[in-house]
């Protein structure tokens, strides 16, 4: 099993290419083959093997080669993200206290808010295509939940009638400030969703935006 640190992990995920590999299969939940992740991502397979070797060696992903009963061919070769232990978050659980302490006010929220939208447009405007291209639909909601996943964010999304896509956050980035900072921190979630959204290109609106509605989840409608 690799032995692994702090720095080696944030090497590796430092490539843009490597995060994309390593975010698709954690939101898989379920071991992906390069054949899938190269036909999702629009990677070539001798570009993604390199960069899962890489992430394997620094105890980011596991692999298991795989021959489904019934099947023809070679065993395919499968990968899972791993547990990291010792990842430390420090002190910034202290200093995100300190910081929430001083955005009460409607006022201040707000601003956070607004801040946290542009935040969201940087994240998905990273991966945004060329000005000019033509992008299907899909691939701008694969856009959307890759920016939502560099967030913190754990994302499902639904289809539903009239072009609008029910978006499920099974994760929240800002989740151990929730019960005492609760305006605050989905003020910043929604801002950041909205960023994301807006930053699409067609770009989408957030509609409805559902905290909470379960234990650690939050919906969203985008359309």
Known sequence: MPITGPIEVHKALADETRHRLYRYIGLAGRPVTVREMSRRLGLHPNTVRPHLRRLEEAGLVAREVRKEPGSVGRPQTAYTVREVEGRQDGDYRLLA??????????????????????????????????????????????????????????????????????????????RDLADEYRELVCALHLGLLEGMAGGLQPPLAVTEFRPFVERSICRATVG
């Open 97 to 174: 206290e300190m910081l929430a302490g001083l955005l009460r006010g409607k006022r201040q929220i707000e601003q956070a808010r607004e801040l946290a939208r542009q935040w969201g447009l940087y994240l998905v405007s990273r991966d945004r295509p060329k000005p000019g291209a033509r992008v299907p639909t899909g691939h701008s909601l694969a856009l959307l939940q890759e920016a939502m996943a560099r967030a913190g964010f754990q994302p499902r999304f639904r289809r539903q009638g009239g072009g609008t896509v029910e978006v499920t956050l099974r994760e929240c980035p800002f």
